[in-house]
Protein backbone atom coordinates (compact mmCIF):
# COMPACT_ATOMS: atom_id res chain seq x y z
CA UNK A 1 0.00 0.00 0.00
CA UNK A 2 1.46 3.13 -0.86
CA UNK A 3 1.38 6.01 1.75
CA UNK A 4 -0.75 8.98 0.74
CA UNK A 5 1.95 11.80 0.75
CA UNK A 6 4.59 12.03 -2.14
CA UNK A 7 8.13 14.12 -2.54
CA UNK A 8 7.39 16.46 -5.86
CA UNK A 9 10.38 17.02 -7.87
CA UNK A 10 11.17 20.18 -6.40
CA UNK A 11 11.57 18.01 -3.13
CA UNK A 12 7.62 19.14 -1.38
CA UNK A 13 5.92 16.85 0.23
CA UNK A 14 2.49 16.68 -2.05
CA UNK A 15 -0.79 14.69 -1.31
CA UNK A 16 -0.96 11.83 -3.94
CA UNK A 17 -4.32 12.04 -5.90
CA UNK A 18 -5.48 9.46 -8.28
CA UNK A 19 -6.02 10.20 -12.06
CA UNK A 20 -9.54 11.40 -12.37
CA UNK A 21 -11.33 9.40 -15.80
CA UNK A 22 -14.47 10.54 -17.66
CA UNK A 23 -16.96 7.85 -17.25
CA UNK A 24 -20.59 6.78 -18.22
CA UNK A 25 -23.17 4.38 -17.00
CA UNK A 26 -24.01 1.29 -19.20
CA UNK A 27 -26.74 -0.73 -18.95
CA UNK A 28 -26.19 -4.81 -19.73
CA UNK A 29 -28.74 -6.00 -22.45
CA UNK A 30 -30.05 -9.82 -22.66
CA UNK A 31 -28.69 -11.76 -25.07
CA UNK A 32 -29.59 -15.04 -26.59
CA UNK A 33 -26.34 -17.79 -26.17
CA UNK A 34 -24.90 -17.30 -29.85
CA UNK A 35 -25.17 -13.37 -29.84
CA UNK A 36 -22.27 -11.43 -28.45
CA UNK A 37 -23.33 -9.94 -24.71
CA UNK A 38 -24.13 -5.91 -25.08
CA UNK A 39 -23.48 -2.56 -22.78
CA UNK A 40 -25.54 0.31 -23.63
CA UNK A 41 -24.54 3.98 -23.71
CA UNK A 42 -27.16 5.57 -20.43
CA UNK A 43 -27.34 9.27 -20.90
CA UNK A 44 -24.69 11.86 -18.69
CA UNK A 45 -21.54 11.57 -18.10
CA UNK A 46 -19.56 11.86 -15.07
CA UNK A 47 -16.20 12.11 -13.13
CA UNK A 48 -14.65 9.08 -11.43
CA UNK A 49 -11.68 8.62 -9.20
CA UNK A 50 -9.48 5.75 -9.76
CA UNK A 51 -10.05 4.50 -6.40
CA UNK A 52 -13.86 4.68 -6.18
CA UNK A 53 -14.47 1.53 -8.23
CA UNK A 54 -12.42 -1.47 -9.33
CA UNK A 55 -12.29 -1.41 -12.96
CA UNK A 56 -11.25 -4.49 -15.39
CA UNK A 57 -10.49 -4.76 -19.38
CA UNK A 58 -13.77 -5.13 -21.48
CA UNK A 59 -13.75 -8.59 -22.31
CA UNK A 60 -13.46 -8.71 -26.61
CA UNK A 61 -16.71 -10.59 -26.23
CA UNK A 62 -18.61 -7.67 -25.31
CA UNK A 63 -20.08 -4.91 -27.66
CA UNK A 64 -20.50 -1.15 -26.70
CA UNK A 65 -23.57 0.36 -28.14
CA UNK A 66 -25.10 3.74 -27.82
CA UNK A 67 -28.75 4.03 -27.47
CA UNK A 68 -29.49 4.16 -31.48
CA UNK A 69 -27.60 1.42 -31.84
CA UNK A 70 -24.22 2.41 -33.12
CA UNK A 71 -21.45 0.34 -32.09
CA UNK A 72 -18.94 2.08 -30.04
CA UNK A 73 -15.14 1.77 -30.17
CA UNK A 74 -12.54 2.89 -27.81
CA UNK A 75 -9.07 5.58 -28.39
CA UNK A 76 -7.30 3.25 -25.79
CA UNK A 77 -9.86 0.41 -24.65
CA UNK A 78 -12.82 -0.02 -22.43
CA UNK A 79 -12.76 -0.56 -18.75
CA UNK A 80 -15.48 -1.74 -16.86
CA UNK A 81 -16.66 -1.46 -12.63
CA UNK A 82 -16.98 -5.32 -11.45
CA UNK A 83 -18.21 -3.69 -8.22
CA UNK A 84 -21.30 -2.76 -9.32
CA UNK A 85 -24.83 -4.48 -9.66
CA UNK A 86 -26.63 -5.86 -13.09
CA UNK A 87 -28.31 -4.74 -15.30
CA UNK A 88 -25.61 -1.12 -14.55
CA UNK A 89 -21.95 -0.73 -14.67
CA UNK A 90 -19.32 2.27 -15.09
CA UNK A 91 -17.61 2.54 -18.30
CA UNK A 92 -14.43 4.78 -18.94
CA UNK A 93 -11.84 4.29 -22.15
CA UNK A 94 -8.59 4.86 -21.03
CA UNK A 95 -5.07 3.76 -21.20
CA UNK A 96 -4.47 1.36 -18.42
Known amino acids: ?3 FLTIDEAGHWRVRRPPSR ?4 VRVEPHKRRE ?3 LVVESGVFVLKANDVAL ?3 PEDVVVMSKGGEVLKPTWGFWVSVETFDPYHVLTDWEG
Open 36 to 38: PRK
Open 56 to 58: VPL
Open 22 to 25: AAVR
Open 1 to 3: MSH
